[in-house]
């Protein structure tokens, strides 16, 4: 990522991530600090999968490839997405309103 910005010859950044996204940029942060001007993290993490997190998306993607969308797959993506506010009764609406968005 530096050496695209050197040779773009771009002198300071705002940085936006999410998930693995975010933990990278967070990375690039700490190492140039006087390139960044701000930077924006969604859901960055400094930890990486439990065993069973990793087994569950491989078996995951394993399905999606053999059966294409399934309903295991897409409440593995909501949850993935939306993570533990799925289960608060007052998060419903917003997740019936991003469902019916994608359609």
């Known amino acids: ?5 050197d040779q773009l010859k771009i002198k300071q950044v705002v940085l936006f991530g999410d998930g693995a996204g975010a933990n990278i940029l967070a990375r ?3 190492m140039y600090d006087n390139l960044i001007l701000g930077a924006i993290l969604i859901n960055c993490t400094g ?3 439990s065993f069973t997190e990793s087994l569950k998306d491989k078996l995951i ?3 999606l490839n053999i059966s294409g969308m399934n309903p295991a797959t897409e409440s593995f993506l ?3 997405r939306f ?3 799925l289960f608060r009764p007052l998060e419903t609406n917003r997740i019936q309103r991003y469902l019916q968005m994608e359609e």
């Open 78 to 80: 909501i949850l993935h």
């Open 61 to 63: 993607n394993w399905k």
């Open 1 to 5: 990522m530096k050496s695209v910005l």
């Open 83 to 85: 993570g533990p506010s």
């Open 28 to 30: 690039f942060a700490i």
């Open 47 to 49: 930890a990486s999968a």
